[in-house]
């Protein structure tokens, strides 16, 4: 065993060789591959486009091989350069009425220019890099927006489901109704009704078999059955017509008023970008649920993803196509569906490039009235009476009656202007709408501030706060996310006045969470609702209380946080106060923190602890695995111990905690990957770099014999070392930091429960590395003959797992 710890000649080679790395052996060409889960993601999103595309196409006027284009171009050209790997790009229902009102203005040519030009705008866009600004916009607006969208859709298919032709106008179509229900069309309607019922049952059917049947999309089931159904019965229908290819109309030089074709290229580029964008934002949710692919994806590049969305629309509408954009339904489906990389979204569009030349005979079969009903069924979705609830609760519904309202009346772009100019109007009402209350309850002053404070409040705020009487108890609420200078100059004037004649002054948040707190001589002066932070804390300037605004320069607060940091901790310990200032942190836990995270607990209490990952890290104190993983409770099952070390099934190490929690992580909690996180620093590590043979075993020392094969892996010279990308490790602690986490990999494997899950395909494992002092996470990567630990999200692709 001691042949196995260097001498510290040894030592000093190894960090020679740390400096002075070999080069590794040249990398052989990499192949294209398509992963398995790819091809059948691609197959399932083609399945759901097609008939989409033609749907659309249909609802717009346009011809319907313009729907095909733009599948095929956004699966292509914005799947290859877009932002977001996994969203599926085509013709969006939201774009819907936007296209049916410019081809009846300019006809289908200046439409394929209008679309081109607002690629154009979108390429430039992203150069300016302003791709977040859209993130701005009001969700009620944007939730308007479809709406109105959506309905303006359900109105003008209602007209062809029974029978007839849409009008150009909301308000025409509704007009026409009365009249159109005298002239139904038996054969139409009964098409539309059996699409429809499909549409609704297929994904409701229970059992075993339902969930084979269900992996077929119900949109696809829908019409096929229509088609069936009508070619057999031999019924006389509208069918859909694709013209020969040689006569598709491509883009012309637009005509038309300059200020109209402004306005038309804007709102395209508008809606375009906003759904797009929006769209990468919630595909990056659905992603998060798949904590596999999570490092392999990486989050959205929403400038990239612009630039994506950009292009296509550029080669779409040059080629004749509808405008392009993101795809709610199709990128939902390309994640569900398994897919882990672009792939899948690029070779969605090579099948429809094939369907478009080899199904042309096929798709003429299909009856109008049953891809009607599909994209009426789409408008009907679009009014999601989820949003409705949510722009309820947040008291924006006002803001979203308006939209979509202006958009079905007046359209798409004077709707979003009108529900914009509505939306500045309620915030400038909150901000001006104050609420001031004063009550006195057994000798305390208690002053309530509802709303935001501003200058506009000062007067108000200042006459209540100058009745308290000299020398009394005062607790300020704040119950408000905003203060101006005025107000705070104000306030803090007041504080200083009352507390010098003998007062006491608590400022509190909403639901009573205290702002400052009375203080000691040794207390701090950091505000407990700053975030988190390691911080160097003065003792408090006045024994009364803390003064607004105490916080150091530059240190935000954020009401609502509320936690005791452990460097607070552990000077207020070396001045012997460490068991009285954790007993204050606990209590400002309750305070705070309890009652905004009591219902999550106490739903993991009913429910059980359910978390898709183990992660097993060092003890020491620096590294807070819930900060360096945005994680909560239920998320982590955790493993701490010094070293982070694994030890060998079957060794005798007097601990079987660490194998107990493995077991049991993988047998009985099913999760779904294991994580071995070192760090920089780490004194086990450096620990064994020092140890000295001989000696008594102290506990301690019999633990870190199971860091002995980092140890041998790191001096074999037949193994290549793990290293970090973009730089070579700072010395050999860190070197052996690294080539640790590589080993306990290793060991893991062994054990027989995760090598079983392994082969199953229901488990992976991770490695990461953390370095404390740059607050930089680094994930293990499949190397060419190397263990490389890559900065999380600098590689679009990052090969994972270990």
């Not at 080669?315 to 990128?331: D, E, K």
């Not at 400038?428 to 001031?436: K, P, Q, S, V």
């Not at 770099?689 to 892996?713: D, F, I, V, Y």
Request: net charge neutral; proline share 6%; hydrophobic share 45%.
């Amino acid at each position: 065993m001691s042949a196995c710890v260097p001498t510290r000649a040894a030592d000093s080679t190894r960090q020679k060789r740390i400096h002075q790395p070999h080069s590794p052996p040249p990398t052989p060409p990499r192949r294209f591959r398509i992963a398995g889960a790819d091809l059948s993601a691609s197959i399932a999103v083609f399945l759901i486009a097609l008939p989409l595309s033609l749907g659309i196409a249909l609802a717009t006027g346009a011809p319907l091989q313009a729907g095909l284009v733009a599948a095929a171009v956004g699966g292509l050209v914005a799947g290859r350069l877009g932002g977001s790997p996994l969203q599926v790009s085509g013709p969006a229902a939201g774009l819907t009425v936007v296209t049916a009102d410019l081809i009846h203005l300019y006809g289908w040519r200046t439409t394929c220019a209008i679309t081109v030009l607002a690629g154009i705008t979108q390429l430039g866009l992203s150069y300016l890099r302003v791709a977040r600004t859209a993130l701005a916009v009001s969700p009620a607006i944007v939730h308007g927006m479809l709406a109105g969208i959506g309905v303006t859709i359900a109105v003008a298919q209602l007209h062809i489901v029974l029978g007839g032709t849409p009008q150009s106008a909301v308000l025409d179509n509704v007009r026409a109704l009365p009249d159109q229900l005298a002239n139904v069309d038996p054969a139409a309607v009964s098409m539309s009704a059996l699409t429809l019922l499909l549409l609704l049952a297929w994904p409701r059917i229970p059992g075993r078999v339902g969930r084979l049947l269900r992996k077929v999309p119900a949109a696809l089931v829908a019409v096929a059955g229509a088609t069936a159904t009508a070619s057999l019965a031999g019924l006389t229908l509208s069918k859909a017509e694709l013209p020969s290819w040689s006569s598709h109309a491509l883009a012309g030089l637009p005509e038309g008023p300059v200020l109209g074709l402004v306005a038309a290229v804007l709102t395209v580029t508008l809606v375009c970008s906003v759904q797009s964008l929006l769209g990468a934002v919630a595909v990056d949710k659905l992603v998060t649920g798949r904590p596999e692919l999570q490092a392999r994806v990486g989050r959205s590049d929403l400038d990239r993803e612009l630039l994506g969305q950009g292009a296509a629309n550029i080669v779409s509408g040059a080629l004749g196509g509808l405008p392009v954009a993101g795809v709610a339904v199709r990128s939902s489906a390309n994640v569900q569906a398994g897919a882990v990389s672009r792939n899948s979204t690029m070779l969605h569009g090579v099948f429809v490039v094939v369907a478009a030349l080899l199904m042309v005979p096929i798709l003429e079969l299909i009856p109008l009235a049953s891809l009607a009903a599909l994209v009426m069924a789409v408008g009907i979705q679009m009014v999601s009476l989820h949003h409705i609830r949510t722009v309820t609760r947040h008291r924006e519904v006002l803001v979203y009656a308006v939209t979509t309202l202006g958009v079905v009346v007046l359209g798409v772009l004077e709707g979003v202007v009108l529900g914009v100019s509505v939306a500045v109007g309620v915030a400038l009402h909150r901000l001006a709408r104050t609420r001031i209350t004063h009550e006195e309850r057994e000798g305390v002053h208690y002053v309530r501030v509802r709303g935001q404070l501003t200058f506009l409040a000062v007067p108000r705020l200042s006459r209540t706060l100058h009745q308290m009487p000299r020398g009394s108890s005062a607790v300020v609420e704040l119950d408000g996310s905003f203060m101006d200078h005025a107000a705070f100059e104000a306030l803090h004037d007041w504080q200083n006045a009352h507390s010098a004649q003998g007062g006491t002054v608590e400022l509190a948040g909403r639901a009573g969470a205290r702002i400052a707190e009375p203080a000691g001589s040794a207390h701090c002066r950091c505000r407990p609702w700053t975030p988190w932070r390691n911080h160097h804390c003065e003792p408090s300037a006045s024994p009364q209380s803390v003064p607004l605004g105490s916080s150091p320069p530059g240190e935000p607060g954020e009401p609502g946080e509320a936690t005791a940091s452990s460097g607070r901790l552990a000077r207020d310990g070396e001045r012997g106060e460490s068991g009285h200032q954790l007993a204050r942190g606990i209590s400002a836990f309750q305070r705070n923190t309890a009652p905004l995270v009591r219902g999550e607990l106490a739903r993991l209490a009913r429910e059980g602890q359910r978390p898709s990952q183990l992660f097993l890290t060092c003890a020491d104190s620096r590294l807070v695995t819930s900060m360096i993983t945005s994680s909560g409770p239920g998320d982590l099952f955790v493993v701490r111990n010094v070293g982070n070390l694994v030890p060998l099934p079957g060794e005798e190490s007097g601990d079987d905690s660490v194998a107990a929690a493995i077991e049991y992580a993988v047998d009985v909690l099913k999760v779904r990957s294991i994580t071995v996180c070192g760090h920089s620093g780490c004194g086990a590590m450096q620990a064994l770099m020092n140890a000295e043979p001989g000696g008594a075993m102290t506990p301690l020392k019999r633990w870190l014999r199971h860091g002995l094969p980092s140890l041998e892996r790191m001096a074999a010279k037949d193994r290549p070392w793990a290293r970090l990308a973009g730089r070579a490790p700072a010395d050999a602690v860190e070197q052996l930091c690294l080539t640790n986490v590589v080993q306990q990999l290793e060991h893991l494997r062994a054990y027989e429960s995760v090598a079983r899950a392994l082969r199953e395909g229901v488990l992976e494992l991770h490695g990461m590395y953390f370095h404390v002092g740059e607050a930089q996470a680094y994930l293990l990567a499949d190397g060419e003959g190397a263990e490389l630990f890559d900065h999380v999200g600098a590689a679009e692709d990052l090969r994972h797992p270990a």
